[in-house]
């Protein structure tokens, strides 16, 4: 399990460096100051918990996973991507990957959703990381 967890920190460190970088821009910090909200972001493994295996494929697991959120709120951003890490027994394991960002949700609706998918994928966990962010809708130069 520690080899998995090393796996989890290792993609929360490359998805936040991703999101830094990408979010550098002209806008300054005094634009967000009047717009807060707390940013959860989960990250889904597909293979199953007792096989190592995945079962569902990546698209069934996709509508699975936005029917069961969007059961609990109104909108998130969802992407894919691969995982690769060394179970206790170092065996290396590929696995396909369901990402989420949720914006301005509560820890309440988070833990429903989360519990409906360990369910319904048949997993051992889901990686949740929460963050306070600031956030602006931009509209062209005039907003």
Sequence with gaps: MKTMKK???????T???AICVSGCSTLTKKSFANNEAVQ??????LNDKDTY????????????????ALKYVDGFTEFSGKGVYKDDKG?????NNLIYIFNSATDEQMKSIMGEVLKELDQNA??????????????????
């Design 40 to 45: 959860y972001t989960l990250y889904i493994g």
């Design 15 to 17: 998805v936040t460096l």
């Design 7 to 13: 796996w989890f920190v290792l993609m929360i460190l």
């Design 91 to 95: 065996v290396v394991t590929y696995e």
């Design 126 to 143: 889901v990686l949740i990381e929460k963050q306070k962010v600031g956030y602006e809708f931009y509209g062209g130069k005039n907003s």
């Design 53 to 68: 295996q995945q079962k569902i494929p990546t698209g069934e697991a996709e509508k699975k996973v936005n029917a069961i």
